[in-house]
């Protein structure tokens, strides 16, 4: 499954970085499946008969001798993409889930959603379009948690990570399920509502789709292709990383010939439905109350070259100090980092998941 969105737009710049010598891992191949939810209520109050979860795997869940899961990482997208997508990013899986590297899919049982209205799992473009359920992240939280505990059967995690959106539900999943996990790992968020400059880039993405007669109150046949190429315009800038992209588009012509890839790229893969849910999603985040209930030691690692999370406002300096074993760590800009895309981008940050690790274990290391 391709990524849509914000996720697509920073694999389509990815084609123009140094990423010819990265690798997908040897050892276990994925899994994937469909793990179905029946009769599942949103925050909304509508209701799905059936909510399909679709997740990819990796590895094989080993437990100790009271039965506990004690090698299952969960792994959650960003906004538009998808687990798939990270299993196949070379940049991402390829530095992580090989023979020897950090998260050895051969030691680690690597759970890897489809979160709610994205990739394979139950969205809009399925055929209710409009008439899909408003979600928000506490729905796909809630959704998250009863695919790895029920469908998979896991009641422990090593580590909790995620990137972008999946940053933001791993401090609602430390807030939800305090001592479920060892480790946190969040990349590229902040801890607060999503307001300011954050929230006007998503409300303009919102207004473009609804205000384009072509949507139809979500009945078109027909794609809003005003709407999505002014949405694609609002995304390009939103992941961009200027320092990324001076190397990879040195001429005017570099640049044009990108924008023209980058937008046929995103209006062939999006739905402006999906994409409307998928933005409105976040409408209501907001853990600052709650940071104090986490428990587990949480490492958070931003960048300064990022977008939609500018180091500057320096929340996550402030918000970082209610967490009881929390530390925060800003990537200065450099080589490689990608934007608000370094989420992606493992080799920017390993080593302080290597660090997290080993602060963390070893009591249920595998």
């Not at 889930?97 to 890897?112: E, M, N, T």
């Not at 939280?141 to 909790?160: F, I, K, M, P």
């Not at 300011?196 to 949507?215: C, Q, T």
């Amino acid at each position: 499954m391709i990524s849509k969105s914000l996720a697509a737009l920073v694999a389509t710049a990815a084609l123009f970085a140094a990423s010819a010598g990265l690798a997908q891992p040897a050892g276990p191949a994925p899994t994937e499946g469909d793990f179905a939810i029946h009769d599942f209520h949103f925050q909304s109050g509508e209701t799905l008969p059936t909510l399909r979860i679709h997740y990819t795997t990796f590895g094989t869940p080993r437990r100790d001798a009271a039965g506990h899961v004690v090698n299952a990482v969960l792994i959650m997208h960003g906004t538009g993409g998808s687990g798939t997508n990270l299993a196949d990013a070379p940049m991402f899986s390829g530095e992580l889930f090989g023979p020897g590297q950090l998260l050895d899919a051969s030691r680690y049982y690597l759970i890897l959603p489809d979160d709610i209205g994205h990739g394979a799992s139950s969205k809009p473009s399925d055929g209710m379009h409009a008439r899909f359920p408003q979600y928000d992240y506490a729905d796909m939280v809630e959704a998250e948690h009863r695919l790895v505990t029920e469908g998979l059967h896991v009641d422990h995690l090593r580590l909790v990570m995620g990137t972008s959106m999946g940053c933001m539900h791993t401090f609602m999943w430390g807030e939800n399920w305090p001592t479920m996990m060892d480790a946190l790992m969040p990349l590229a968020c902040n801890a607060v509502q999503i307001a300011g400059r954050n929230r006007l880039w998503r409300d303009m993405e919102i207004d473009a789709i609804k205000s384009d007669p072509a949507w139809k109150g979500g009945d078109y046949t027909d794609e809003p292709l005003q709407a999505l190429r002014t949405v694609s315009d609002i995304t390009i800038i939103a992941g961009s990383a200027p320092q990324q992209m001076q190397k990879s588009m040195p001429t005017r012509d570099d640049a044009d010939a990108y924008l023209a890839k980058a937008l046929h790229r995103y209006m062939a893969l999006t739905d402006a439905n999906d994409e409307l849910y998928a933005v409105a999603s976040s409408r209501d985040y907001d853990p600052s109350a709650r940071l104090g209930d986490i428990v587990a030691p949480l490492m958070w690692v931003n960048s300064a070259d990022d977008f939609i999370n500018p180091p500057e406002l320096g929340l996550a300096e402030q918000q970082v100090k209610l967490i009881k074993q929390g530390t925060f760590v800003l990537l200065p800009i450099g080589p490689n980092t990608h934007g608000h895309g370094t989420h992606t981008w493992a080799i920017a940050w390993k080593d302080h998941l290597a660090d997290l690790l080993a602060e963390s274990g070893p009591k249920s290391a595998p």
